[in-house]
């Protein structure tokens, strides 16, 4: 069974559907959670959060925005539900993001490389600046809007756009 | 978004599609586990995308997390065993089933309807046990007014605990009270369509003097509260018409074939009435029967 057909059970309220669900996508979406954000409190009730949602909302999941695929929603709701965990966190501290572990780096894996990104582009890609790939992170893998990326990178968003335009030239000059 | 929209390329062919044949390997998705830096960006996003499509792949990182991220599965372990105390205090949206039926009824009209259909029931089983006395039908003679029974809870502040939400709806109004009318009468009418017809009470009968007590239910309910309108024509029907009858032991005039003319008539008038009334079923002040 899928993690589709899995999300239409508990839609039905079946909670060991849930639970399997839980099971498989849990591990995921910490890891991927982790690598954005480091402080480990925020993580626990952003997971927390977005289960819960899950469990709330599959009956609203159509997979209208995401191709189909519930992992991909659960991504979706996470992003966004990271968004304002970080939003609400910087209303109350004002303490300074936790800077994204991105530091630039040999392309060591290249055997995984190519597969998806093609040499091309994964070489323009690193040799991006690490703001500008950052943006691009958060807009294109992440799929967050200007908005939502400003908050996540805790910077302005006329920032944002700035990069992302300076991304994109630069792709699109290494690319041609 | 895709990475060719975010650069506003055309020339899609030149670039591989973003499809993985392979699996990425174990050492990866361990250091990837790990949070470990001094991964390229490339194959950051290689392993990401690929990980959003890939179960089995996520398998594997589930069964690395233990040896390579402790924190990461204590974190886990954490989460769900709040989730598992949360969980069953969370309200849940309903199916999308149930909300079709609740955009044509308000929450408690269905032991109205229960009622109704009971009323009918009763009237059928009379019938039918005092089949050998000369009496007039009782379903025929409760006919006009059960739906009466159901169309009082339609718009009341007692039995919608939204109604004032209801009321502000775009949708509030008489298309609301008509449609929620319409419910009603379906659930109503076959049922005494039925049961008539067991004790040889057509619908021809009965159908129009039916239609004509609901819509002035809707008439009157402008004036003084839909819940009063149905009970006084409720009671003015069982008063005026059901006692003399069963006393005289003999069919009303007004149930007769000979009066279903003046019955079309009276109907057309009441919904002339009802149309050009229409604008006192919307804004809270002039609905006096949202008044408990």
């Known amino acids: 069974m899928d993690e589709e057909q899995l999300v239409r059970r508990v839609a039905r309220g079946d909670r060991d559907a849930f639970d399997e669900l839980y099971r498989r996508t849990s591990p995921w979406l910490a890891v991927r959670l982790r690598r954005r954000c480091a402080d480990d409190d925020v993580v626990a009730d952003v997971m927390q959060e977005t289960y819960l949602a899950v469990w709330r909302a599959a009956a609203a999941f159509a997979g ?104 994109r030239i630069a792709l699109r000059e290494a690319l041609s | 978004m895709r990475l060719a929209t975010f650069l506003g390329r055309r020339d899609r062919a030149r670039k591989p599609v973003a499809v993985a044949p392979d699996h990425v390997p174990r050492a990866v998705l361990a250091r990837y586990a790990a949070g470990a830096p001094g991964f390229g960006t490339d194959a950051l996003w290689t392993v990401e995308a690929h990980l959003e499509s890939c179960p089995s792949c996520r398998g594997v990182l589930a069964e690395a997390l233990e040896r390579y991220s402790p924190e990461t599965a204590s974190l886990l372990n954490l989460v769900g065993s709040r989730l598992a105390t949360e969980l069953p205090r969370t309200a849940r949206m309903p199916a999308r089933r149930r909300r079709r039926v609740a955009r044509w009824a308000p929450p408690g009209l269905w032991a109205w309807l229960v009622m109704a259909l009971a009323v009918v029931g009763a009237a059928l089983g009379l019938d039918v046990a005092g089949s050998s006395r000369v009496l007039p039908s ?25 109604h004032e939400l209801v009321v502000a709806s775009p949708r509030a109004g008489l298309y609301m009270v008509l449609r929620r009318t319409l419910a009603v009468l379906i659930v109503v009418v076959p049922a005494l369509t039925v049961a008539g017809l067991a004790v040889g009470a057509s619908p021809a009968r009965w159908l129009l003097p039916c239609l004509a007590f609901t819509a002035g239910a809707l008439v009157l309910g402008e004036l003084i509260g839909l819940g009063w309108a149905a009970f006084s024509l409720g009671l ?25 003319p003046y019955w ?25 029967w949202f008044v408990r």
């Open chain 2, 138 to 162: 009782l379903v025929l003679l409760v006919a006009p007014v059960a739906p009466l029974i159901g169309v009082a809870s339609l718009w009341s502040t007692g039995l919608d605990p939204a």
């Open chain 1, 64 to 167: 209208a925005g995401v191709g189909g695929s519930a992992v991909g929603w659960l991504w979706t709701i996470a992003a966004r539900r990271l968004v304002d965990a970080l939003r609400r966190r910087s209303r109350d501290a004002r303490a300074p993001h936790a800077a994204l572990p991105m530091p630039p780096a040999p392309p060591a894996e290249d055997e995984v490389l190519g597969t998806v990104l093609g040499d091309e582009i994964g070489a323009a890609l690193n040799r991006l600046a690490p703001e500008l790939r950052q943006v691009l992170q958060a807009m294109v893998l992440d799929g967050l809007t200007v908005r939502e990326t400003a908050v996540l990178l805790g910077v302005p968003e006329g920032t944002v756009k700035t990069r992302a335009r300076r991304a």
């Open chain 2, 264 to 288: 079309s008539g009276f109907t057309v008038l009441i919904g002339l009435a009802l149309l050009l009334r229409r604008d006192a079923y919307t804004g809270l002040r002039s609905a006096p």
């Open chain 2, 236 to 260: 003015a029907w069982t008063a005026g018409v059901i006692a003399p009858s069963l006393l005289a032991a003999r069919t009303p005039l007004l149930l007769e074939p000979a009066s279903l």
